[in-house]
């Protein structure tokens, strides 16, 4: 009977330290000090800014990225390769029905469903973007660096296909005798992300 009893409690304590050696240790992004820029290209040439992050989580198994999530505040949009009216005359353009739509749509966001280590500190991320309520899978590559409390992960030339959101204004794919006024139909984004325990 004792014997059963402390092979039962062994089991126990066997389980109990599985479980938390898999349960996934979690940093918020820090906002202030996470970014993303975006760059759009049109036939002769592109247009590029910046836009802000309202929240965001990642979650680690060791030292290995296993999770997370981010949410984008498109409120924040900004444009930075030009200034004074021709800049915000863009910016209300790219928040108007014809693109993002912001009004409507406040918010973006990704969801990791996977990652993949390509070498040291590298790896591929796969998951959802969700823009104007339209969620699709992307993937791209990233470089995840942990340092005890501190990870900065940052993935540049994250293609989008602006198209498959319903955001086809000016779009050859669409329209295709539009000529030199077309704007193309992926925009990239570089991402970069600080997070802390």
């Not at 910016?91 to 918010?107: G, Y």
């Not at 994250?158 to 050859?172: A, C, E, G, L, Q």
Request: proline share 1%; hydrophobic share 40%.
């Amino acid at each position: 009977m004792k014997t059963k009893l402390v092979l039962a409690i062994a089991g126990i304590i066997t389980l109990c330290s599985f479980v938390l050696s898999k349960k996934e240790e979690a940093f918020t992004v820090d906002t202030g000090s996470s970014s993303i820029e975006w760059v759009a290209g049109k036939v002769g040439g592109e247009h590029s800014g910046v836009i802000k992050l309202s929240s965001g989580t990642l979650g680690f198994d060791g030292n290995n990225l296993k999770s997370g999530s981010f949410t984008i505040d498109m409120t924040t949009m900004a444009v930075t390769d030009i200034k004074g009216n021709s800049a915000q005359n863009l910016l209300n353009h790219l928040k108007s029905d014809d693109f993002f739509s912001v009004a409507k749509n406040p918010s973006a966001t990704f969801q990791v469903t996977k990652v993949a280590s390509t070498g040291a500190d590298r790896v591929q991320i796969s998951g959802n973007l969700t823009i104007k309520g339209i969620s699709n899978a992307i993937s791209f590559p990233a470089s995840v660096k942990k340092q005890k409390n501190v990870v900065v992960a940052v993935a540049n030339g994250v293609k989008v296909d602006r198209t498959k959101y319903d955001i086809k204004y000016r779009s050859k794919s669409f329209f295709g005798d539009i000529g030199d006024k077309a704007i193309d139909d992926e925009f990239t984004l570089n991402i970069k992300l600080a997070a802390k325990k």
